[in-house]
């Protein structure tokens, strides 16, 4: 692979958690790596909802790219959006330009689909990127002021309201902060409404919460634990509808409509649209399907990592999940084979699954052992610090949860867009609609 | 002024430091206190320039004004736009309501004035809210971005040109900053460009840095560091022209023309536009002349504190500089004479006054002593620290210049908006051009 008279030059789309993965592990190796992402940052998304919950800021779960491979002399980092590969022709095409490549990784992870209901995406705003979070901070936080503000009870009810759709870690980690700032740490901010009155509601289509990969027993015991806060679950729930002032939920019991003018979408991702223009099948969730060693059919200069490739384990049989240390050991996997040469087969390694629940509870797996309340915390909590990429980060983050915990306050409560001119438009239905 | 037969109403418009310590001035008197603010959150101004230059985030700096006065029973906080005072009535009218009132304290601070040049306000940002400093730091970024990919030698220094309009303190803290930035934070993530080359222009169009209160010894100096660290300071130079891809300037010499596409404006700032609708004459600069008291003439109802305020102090006869302390002083002063109906005239306390240039040097003055160096920059981060407004944020704001200080590294280097679908236009004149 590395025969090649001149240097191969390796191409890298996305700097998430399977394309930083993958260029570190060619460090050492005889290439030439350029890592393209559209943005400047590397971002922690396991921790992107206390960033959309108000507990964090940006920069203590984002850091730049470049300063996390600026040691690393073989690669160059190009802020870049990539439009297209021209596989036949070894190109990558981007938005203004294009890169030549000998061997591609393809790490660019996915996005927030609405399955179809794209009309959605402005009611009911996803949880991807910066930019999302901040959007859903700020809905958050305009929704108590309104509350406050309003002399309609209809309306009051309707702002204090919360309908998170999706059950999967992320709905559950969101459900469980909105709770919690209802009712620990904005009440005594509010004079005219109780914000402890609050209605979180979390919906799930499927009749358990949580990923497939998660011991059932567990999924019991989120549900329990959340209900005990407070939260409202309803399981083998679909959303129908939504508008402006109110989402349509159908279950068992028939179509209820609640006044809410708070949805927040955690309900599925679909893969980068790059995945489309490589000209392969895909699956029917426009995952690429790979080989044995994650490279794609036909092309073996062409690797697959993270949340485009659809990979099934080997010896378990079972699809690798869309999880930050599964795109990690396929990045470095990736890796190695460029830098060896050798096809070896991809095998994941399950170390265990975690999941909060509000203020000091979670849920988890540990090397077979399951673990419940203040125990899977306090491990959830260790390992997001351990994981998260700036030394610096670690300890700001540690301070930031500590003193939430001693003092139940959030760290960022902050709406920074005045009213008018506001990028978008809020949930009142008076401003121009439009698609993110 | 506390002997009508009900509880006198209160309203102060702006939740700023003279807003803010008004308010607090009032918690034991016997009145109702509203604090309409259009944002959530009370800003820790003096150090909006480092969430500019990507060293704090705007967590850091700013908390939510609910959150500050949370523990003050008689005060409720309104989120809301003020446009206009109806002085006859004593109505406060609000985009969407009004408030009656029967003391009125306006606070609502300046915003940025580009002299009647409006058509620079998307060339050149102004630095008054978060909003704005996100702008400056995404401008910042992509800047070395573009370099970094461009191939057009006139484009790469075009790009690492960073003209700063304004040598006041935030003009002078900026230019230091971003030096700071290109000499020794970003060098080593580039692989195309050199960023220490980066130029640097402070424009300023008096004959000294740093405003009329301070020491002419200390201006002299401040000049004299920044040019040690590699900062162009052209003194007695205007700004006549500024376009996408270059800026005019006219000084002793003649006219020049320099090609850059990074122009911050820090030059000026005029008071809120809810000045000019009270309906009394206003001086040249749009500040409202104040009785001893802080009211207005022929209103003992309606006072006036901070950047709104035209103010001479009675023994000097200076006018009270737009800073900080002032704005305190004033909005305590405000507090007292509602509180006990004693007229008092104001009188200003001048502290001392400070500025950073760049890396671990400051220059200032204390209590009759001039500062310089390392000493002033020790003092200034202490008295910024002090002055933050909660426990959590000093500590915060204190382990990252530490650590920036230790480590030569910023705190948070964003760039948030994906490239397509920009909020704000970057500046190649490309895209549609929007005044903010």
Known sequence: MVSSAATPHVVIVGGGFGGLACARTLRRAPVRVTLVDRLNHHLFQPLLYQVATAG??????AAPIRQVLSRQRNVSVVMAEVTAVDAERRVVHLADGQLAY?????AAGAETSWFGNDEWACLAPGLKTIEDALEIRERLMESFERAERSLDPESRISNL????????????????AIREIALHQVPRDYRNVDTTSARIILVEAQDRLL??????????????????????????????????ASVELQGHAGTERIATRNVIWAAGIRPSPIAATL?????????VPVEADLSVRGRPEIFIVGDMARVK???????????????MQMGRHAGRVIATGQREPFHYRDKGMLATIGRARAVGTLGGLRLTGLVAWLLWSGVHIFYLISFRQRILVMLDWIWSYLFFSG??????????????????????????
Not at 161 to 176: L, M, N, S, W
Not at 314 to 326: D, F, M, Q, Y
Not at 412 to 433: E, K, Q
Request: hydrophobic share 35%; charged share 20%; with cysteine.
């Open 56 to 61: 964090l800021s940006p920069a203590q779960i």
């Open 102 to 106: 000998d061997i591609l990784v393809l």
């Open 161 to 176: 309201t919360f309908v998170i759709v999706g059950g999967g870690p992320t709905g559950v980690e969101i459900a469980g």
């Open 211 to 244: 990923p497939a990969g998660f011991d059932e027993t567990l999924c019991v015991r989120a549900a329990r634990d959340l209900r005990k806060t407070g939260v409202e679950v309803r399981l083998e729930t679909r959303v129908v509808a939504i508008d402006a």
């Open 279 to 287: 000209g392969c099948p895909l699956d029917r969730s426009g995952q």
């Open 313 to 327: 384990d080997p010896e378990s049989g079972n699809l690798v999940p869309g999880i930050a240390p599964a795109a």
């Open 411 to 436: 760290g960022a409560r902050l709406i920074t867009t005045p009213a008018p001119g506001r990028r978008h438009p809020p949930r009142d239905g008076s401003g121009p609609s439009s698609s993110e």
